[in-house]
């Protein structure tokens, strides 16, 4: 029984850190998605500027 118990302890500490580990792999890549149209935008407005275009 004790066996038991503690199997399930150990299976629970790592499903909740394998949860853990999802959450910021999945805050990571929206981070880098948000910078990414950041920089798209950036690299844009400078052509535009360098080029002496307007893009509104």
């Known amino acids: 029984m004790e066996a038991l118990v503690s199997m399930v302890v150990v299976l629970s500490t790592l499903l909740?850190?394998?949860q853990s580990i999802e959450s910021v792999s999945?805050?990571?890549?929206?981070?880098?998605?948000?910078?990414?149209?950041?920089?798209?935008?950036y690299y844009k407005e400078r052509k535009a500027w360098l080029t002496g275009t307007d893009l509104r």
């Open 16 to 18: 909740i850190g394998w």
């Open 26 to 41: 999945q805050r990571n890549r929206s981070d880098e998605h948000a910078i990414n149209v950041i920089k798209e935008k």
